[in-house]
RNA sequence: GCACCCGUGGCGGAACAGGCAGACGCGCCGGAUUUAGGAUCCGGUCCGAAAGGGUGCGGGUUCAAGUCCCGCCGGGUGUACCA
């Protein structure tokens, strides 16, 4: 019971991508080649996974945005690269090979495959030729290249670290992988485990991460979940004295200026201080029993647990104030994190909310050092004076009393200012087959040895099976084909590295393949990646703002230091779109049964519906459910479309009448898909077609503009027409409509009259009227003279062209 | 808990930079066409008979507030014992 169409879309979509394909007018020239000295425009969208059940509507409304804006430029006389490719490294693909007995390269071959084919239905513009996939060797070959980079200046290492490890995957996960203590991939209960694993110093970039957002054009948002990911924040390192033990205590704070307040230190449970003097330790076994039960707790409990604190006293150990001398005792909590800063704080109970709960379990003082609050009731995290606090004493100032408590610190050398950030370095390794083999060997006699750059790429062996091990080695621990071989340097038998790079690994760098993709003497060449470079606008989901986009820049920038690219920054500009939901108004997701298969449109409505309606439906950056009935409107709109050229009166420029109507459209159209507003440049276009439907006829020249700026929305339906009214080549390959100004505005404007605020009447007048003539216009109104008549008038408001607002009194 | 964003008809959403709230579309109502249904076309559609009232609630600033300010309530996203 498919509805009636208006126009063959089945036999028109498939016509006009083939003669694009054949023209390959979608190619982004080369410097060099003709075509380059047009200015450039890089569009990029996050490649997509190419997973098993193929595209889903949100693929479809995230390449959408950039598609009409590349669409757009090209028009504008822009040279535009909008590529395509796949990120297909990873763990469903390598799941679902595991479960059908396929190889994962065939799996992602076929996905990849479909993908293809769907995204071509759809008719997006993507420059075919640079298509990549991370999984290739000719890929892979730079992504090894640029961790042996890393390795050699220092940025990969190996340390032995309690990682996060997902049993139902069997891989260590990132801190990022392993949010809320749930596995990102499968969503079950992540352990703690010691390991010995590969580690990206991220960290050494924070300042750099944190300082390049103010040369980059990202959405408010955007910047702030960076800026909040990276955590940076500024205080002091202090030693405490550990009595009796020639030790110290090192703790961190942003508070250095409250030492005075420090009433007890916590410990994390973990802190090796404790193993250490063990002996002097009078309650050990109290002190195992409480770490045992706090391995216990899944994260899932310590939030739960978030107001109830736990803790053990140490007895035996006990720290001393550098400031003052003072004795102060130490505890062990879980509330205190080994990960964060030294794994030990000083505790200032009178101004820590968390500190001031652990005071009042376990009955310890609470010291007042800053004034304002009351402690009684809570801690005060106010500014205020300072008191009890020695040398400190009267300060008001925050930031005085601070840097007044560090040089005193730094005087008595008992600590120093520092800087401190959330972020933590990446674990970059996963025992997994389906992935980048990360190129070491490990040498008995050399160590660490980086496969030769020539030996690159170290090709993914062949494997029949390639389930993880048990304990979570990686599969290629199996195959001692793989595994031995001779160190590079001295030559002797030597062992390969047998873990795998992490999914993000690939997409870090992607952007800058795309420039040159089948370079095999370096990862791009310098010419191209200084024509093009940077990304002009980046789209893509929020979900990659922190982790994808804060990784590749890091990767970047490190490629800026050694000298192969030649921005700091790679992305210039970058937005984000919004969900699609299922009608029922909930997230798309397979166990809801609320999918919507964009292939399925395709078929009932045809691909120019399909992208039209995503972008109509609501905000571009904002969730918005989908409306079966809603995408109807859709349908009707270029269904009237297609029903111009049998009013087209076939000669004519823009008529009288329509003149300003087109000129307004243009720059409305032209301004809102500048602006991603795509809801309502459609909505624009809807309003002309009504105007010119109204009219009942429309000339050709007021066809072409109309099909012109509705291409980049339906551009298979537009090049049809152009062809059937004679239009010269591709409608894609036309110029984009220029409006004029003046025309933009009408000679006669309708004038709101207000008798104090309220809306009493309107009046046409020329658009250039003087104030007076418009005052005087107004109150000739009959409804407004009755509310104006036999009273004082106070006040005259007359905003041009807009509205007159006449305050009276009595 | 903290940070940011958002609350507008029956629905999705418009509203530059404080200036006619509800553009555009869906749905609905009526009419035309049709044997009928669908599709299409035309008209209507915030509430109210009207005066008037309307943008989550309560205050404020202003000639004028969806928009700015203060305090609530509700929802979303991010982050989470970060010292």
Redesign the pocket.
Known sequence: MS??VRYDFRRIDKKWQDRWDAAHIFRAADPGEPGSEKPKFYALVEFPYPSGAGMHVGHIKAFSGLEVISRMRRMQGYNVMFPMGFDAFGLPTENYAIKTGTHPRTVTDVNVERFIAQLKSVGFSFDWSRKIDTTETDYYKWTQWIFLKMFEKGLAFRDTALVNYCPHCKVVLS?EDS??GKCDICHSDIVQKSKDVWYLRITEYADKLLQGLEEVDYLP?IK??QI??I?R?E?AFVNFGLKDTGEKLRI????PDTLFGVTFMVM?PEHPLIDKYASKIANMADVEAYRAECAKKTEFD??Q??KD?TGLKLDGLCAVNPLNGKEIPIYIA????M???T?A??AVPAH?Q?DWEFARKFGIDVIEVIKGGDIEKEAYAGDGEMVNSGFLNGFTNKKDSIRRAIDELVKIGAGEGGV?Y?MKDWAFNRQRYWGEPIPIVHCPECGMVPVPYDELPLCLPDMKEFAPGQGGESPLARMPEFVNCKCPRCGKDARRETDTMPQWAGSSWYFLRYIDPHNNNCLADEKKLEYWLPVDWYNGG??HV?RHMIYSRFWHKFLYDIGVVPTDEPYAKRTAQGLILGPDGEKMSKSRGNVVDPLDVVDEYGADVLRTYVLF???YG????W?P??I???K??L??VAGLEAICSGSGGISKDLESSFHKTIKKVTEDIDGM?F??A??AL??LI?EI?DKKSVTRDELSIFITLLNPFAPHLTEEIWEHIGGKGLLSLAKWPEYDEAKTVDSTV???V?V????RG?VKIAADAAKDEVIAAAKADEKVASFVDGKEIV?E?Y?PG??V?I?VRG
Do not use: H
């Open positions: 509805e009636e801190n949010q809320g948002n702030q979940q909040n990911w955590g924040s205080g961190y704070t942003t508070r994390a310590r939030t647990m978030n604190k879980d509330y205190v994190m990960g964060y800063g794994g704080i000083m820590d968390r401190q959330k929020m979900e922190t439906m609501g905000d904002s969730a918005a459910p409306s009935s809603s109807k409107g859709c009707r709109f269904d009237r507003k809801n309502t459609i909505a809807m309003t009504n439907y309708e004038i709101a207000q104090n605020g309220k809306l309107t006040k408001i905003v807009k509205l607002n305050v």
